[in-house]
C-alpha cells in the first residue's frame, strides 16, 4: 500500500490560513483516492474532504465547503488541504487517507500520522 506523512499543521488565529501536505510513498498514487478527516478531543472522527484519483470529483463537508479546497498533484506524489478563513472549531488532528472515494472513514485503507492545527480566538 501507498505510504503518507502530513506535515503543514500548527497554531494560527481565527480568520487565517494553512496549507497541509500529504506526501505519498510506495505503489502508485494515481491509483487511489484521497481523503482528509481530523478529530478534535472528545469527538469522534469527521470527514473533511475526499478528491477522486483522477483529481476530477471533489466532495467537502458542509462545515468546510467554501473555506477548504483539497487537491493533489500525483507527479509529486502530494495530496493537499488549502485552508483558509480558519475558525476555532477547526481545531483538531488532520489525518490524510488513501482508498476509495469515500466520505466514510472506513472505505480508506492507508492513513497518516496526523498534523494538529489549532485555531486561536
Known amino acids: 500500500q501507498v505510504q503518507l506523512v502530513e506535515s503543514g499543521g500548527g497554531l494560527v488565529q481565527a480568520g487565517g490560513s494553512l496549507r497541509l501536505s500529504c506526501i505519498a510513498s510506495?505503489?502508485?498514487?494515481?491509483?487511489?483516492?484521497m481523503g482528509w478527516f481530523r478529530q478534535a478531543p472528545g469527538k469522534e472522527r469527521e470527514f473533511v474532504a475526499a478528491?477522486?484519483?483522477?483529481?476530477?470529483?471533489?466532495f467537502y463537508a458542509d462545515s468546510v465547503k467554501g473555506r477548504f479546497t483539497i487537491s493533489r498533484d500525483n507527479a509529486k506524489m502530494t495530496n493537499y488541504l488549502q485552508m483558509n478563513n480558519l475558525k476555532p472549531e477547526d481545531t483538531a488532528v488532520y489525518s490524510c487517507a488513501a482508498g476509495a472515494y469515500s466520505v466514510r472513514a472506513s472505505d480508506f485503507n492507508t492513513w497518516g500520522q496526523g498534523t494538529q492545527v489549532t485555531v486561536s480566538s
Open positions: 510506495g505503489r502508485s498514487f494515481s491509483n487511489y483516492a
Open positions: 478528491i477522486s484519483w483522477s483529481g476530477g470529483s471533489k
